[in-house]
Antibody, heavy 120, light 111 residues
């Protein structure tokens, strides 16, 4: 059973960038999609984008176009999400989640989440 | 793009049945599958319903999903409520470009 293990919490200054990793443990994700979803404190879920690791093709929510980059390293079964030009409103828990093979928009499993705090 | 609108909160007593709605603002609810996720405080979301009405293994049959094209809405119904069902529930779907949309979430209180 695959698990997604994310990197640890980050504290960043406004204007900087953050890169969060998501490693598939107990399986591979090459034939699936990896999605990134964030949740601001006390708020709902917000989809940021996805990558198909086997094709190295990513697409992004319009809101984050130009500011987010999602990549994947098939050799290590690790996906990355980099968000640039950070502002206080980017303070959130960032989750990775695998999209199903037959149902790419069904997210299961999810990583444990990575808290990113943007603080001056 | 479209929005998915959920009630902010619902509450019901243990043993009862509750239904959470998710209304699509434009386009047909039947155009793209709807998923439902449960999120307990401090935890990652988990799936309770996928593809409108399918339950992943391990999810009790007290959870069911449906769609109603006439009202362009999806529903999550939980019967025989237990205190452990208290959580936030999110519906999710996607558009023709495979861009994902989440509902705003519904806080379920079992009291």
């Amino acid at each position: 059973q695959v698990q997604l293990v994310q990197s640890g919490a980050e504290v960043k200054k406004p204007g900087s960038s953050v890169k969060v990793s998501c490693k598939a443990s107990g399986g591979t994700f090459s034939s699936y999609t990896i999605n990134w979803v964030r949740q601001a404190p006390g708020q709902g879920l917000e989809w940021m984008g996805r990558i198909i690791p086997i094709l190295a093709i990513a697409n992004y929510a319009q809101k984050f176009q130009g500011r987010v980059t999602i990549t994947a390293d098939k050799s290590t079964n690790t996906a990355y999400m980099e968000l640039s030009s950070l502002r206080s409103e980017d303070t959130a828990v960032y989750y990775c989640a695998r999209g199903g093979n037959q149902s790419p928009n069904w997210f299961d499993p999810w990583g444990q989440g990575t808290l990113v705090t943007v603080f001056s | 793009n479209f929005m998915l609108t959920q009630p902010h909160s619902v509450s019901e007593s243990p043993g009862k049945t509750v239904t959470i709605s998710c209304t699509r603002s434009s386009g047909s609810i039947a155009s793209n599958y709807v998923q439902w996720y449960q999120q307990r405080p401090g935890s990652s979301p988990t799936t309770v319903i996928y593809e409108d009405n399918q339950r992943p293994s391990g999810v009790p049959d007290r959870f069911s999903g449906s769609i109603d094209s006439s009202s362009s809405s999806a529903s999550l119904t939980i019967s025989g409520l237990k205190t452990e069902d208290e959580a936030d529930y999110y519906c999710q779907s996607y558009d023709s470009s495979n861009h994902v949309v989440f509902g705003g979430g519904t806080k379920l209180t079992v009291l």
